[in-house]
T-cell receptor
Framework: DQQVKQNSPSLSVQEGRISILNCDYTNSMFDYFLWYKKYPAEGPTFLISISSIKDKNEDGRFTVFLNKSAKHLSLHIVPSQPGDSAVYFC????????FGTGTSLTVIP | GAVVSQHPSRVICKSGTSVKIECRSL??????MFWYRQFPKQSLMLMATSNEGSKATYEQGVEKDKFLINHASLTLSTLTVTSAHPEDSSFYIC??????????FGSGTRLTVV
C-alpha cells in the first residue's frame, strides 16, 4: 500500500510561471516531510523539508506547504526556470521512510 | 509499478558486530541500485552505486571496507555494515531505476547499534 502518493507523473510549465507539485500521504503519524530533486543519471538531492509542526517553509524560489488535516503536501517553485526540469520526489518519515513515485517537471523556455 | 523491497526494516545490533541489509527489485531487473544513508532530519546522502556483476562505486568519504556492497544478481543488492559502531546508527535506504517505472525507493532500514 502506497503511503505517500504523487498522483501526477508529469507536469509542464512555462518558464517564469509557478510550478506546483503535489503529494498526498495516508499516515497521520508522519512527522517530517522532504522534497528531493533528481536529474537523469544522477541520484536525488535534497531540496527542502518541513516539520509537521509547521505549515509552510520557504527557501528562495522553493516553498513547501503542509496541510495536515488534508494530509497533503505541495512544493511551489516560483518563478520556474528551465534548470528546474527534473523528477521531484516527496518523502515522509516517521518510523520508516516512504517516498512518492515522483513527478517529472518540464519547464518550457 | 516497480517495487523495491528492503529487509530488514529495523535492526538492533551490538557494537562490533556486522549487519546485512538486503534490497530486492521484485518485478523488474535492476542492473544498478543505489544505497543511501539518512540522518535524522537531514538530507539523503548517497553512499554508493551498486553495479550488478562488478564492484560498487563509492562516494567520497564512504569507507569501502566498512560498508560492503554486493550486487550478485539483477534483483538483489546487499549492504553489509561491518564492525558496526553507535555512530553507524541511521536509516539506510536503497533505490533502483527501471526504465518503464522510473526511480523507486525501498522503505529503508533503521539500524541501531548499541
Amino acid at each position: 500500500d502506497q503511503q505517500v502518493k504523487q498522483n501526477s507523473p508529469s507536469l509542464s510549465v512555462q518558464e517564469g510561471r509557478i510550478s506546483i507539485l503535489n503529494c498526498d500521504y495516508t499516515n497521520s503519524m508522519f512527522d517530517y516531510f522532504l522534497w528531493y530533486k533528481k536529474y537523469p543519471a544522477e541520484g536525488p538531492t535534497f531540496l527542502i523539508s518541513i516539520s509537521s509542526i509547521k505549515d509552510k517553509n520557504e527557501d528562495g524560489r522553493f516553498t513547501v506547504f503542509l496541510n495536515k488535516s488534508a494530509k497533503h503536501l505541495s512544493l511551489h517553485i516560483v518563478p520556474s526556470q528551465p534548470g528546474d526540469s527534473a523528477v521531484y520526489f516527496c518523502a515522509a518519515t516517521g518510523n520508516q521512510f516512504y517516498f512518492g513515485t515522483g513527478t517529472s517537471l518540464t519547464v518550457i523556455p | 509499478g516497480a517495487v523495491v523491497s528492503q529487509h530488514p526494516s529495523r535492526v538492533i545490533c551490538k557494537s562490533g558486530t556486522s549487519v546485512k541489509i538486503e534490497c530486492r527489485s521484485l518485478d523488474f531487473q535492476a542492473t544498478t541500485m543505489f544505497w543511501y544513508r539518512q540522518f535524522p532530519k537531514q538530507s539523503l546522502m548517497l553512499m554508493a552505486t551498486s553495479n550488478e556483476g562488478s564492484k560498487a562505486t563509492y562516494e567520497q568519504g564512504v569507507e569501502k571496507d566498512k560498508f560492503l556492497i554486493n550486487h550478485a544478481s539483477l534483483t538483489l543488492s546487499t549492504l553489509t555494515v561491518t564492525s558496526a559502531h553507535p555512530e553507524d546508527s541511521s536509516f539506510y535506504i536503497c533505490s533502483a531505476e527501471e526504465g518503464n517505472y522510473g526511480y523507486t525507493f525501498g522503505s529503508g532500514t533503521r539500524l541501531t547499534v548499541v
